[in-house]
């Protein structure tokens, strides 16, 4: 789960990260401008920690590595 809500999470593979929703609604039934604000101010900290996940996935996909003993993509190929 990422983001306060639970309503996004973060997907990570061979083409990179993408955020990716639980539900189809996204928001209740606003009746006035402080309910929207209030429900979007919520939707944009959940995807501010999406992007934060992105950023960190990101960066281990590109210097280093999942998972120990996988060589990654700043080791030198071997030469035979």
Request: glycine share 10%.
């Amino acid at each position: 789960m990422t983001g306060i809500l639970g309503k996004f999470y973060v997907e990570h593979g061979i083409q990179g990260a993408r955020v990716m929703t639980r539900s189809r609604q996204l928001s209740a039934g606003c009746r006035s401008d402080d309910e929207i604000d209030t429900n979007i101010e919520l939707l944009i900290d959940g995807l501010e920690a999406c992007a934060r996940e992105m950023k960190r996935l990101v960066k281990i996909n590109r210097g280093q590595s999942l998972f120990e003993g996988w060589p990654s993509a700043n080791d030198d190929v071997l030469e035979d």
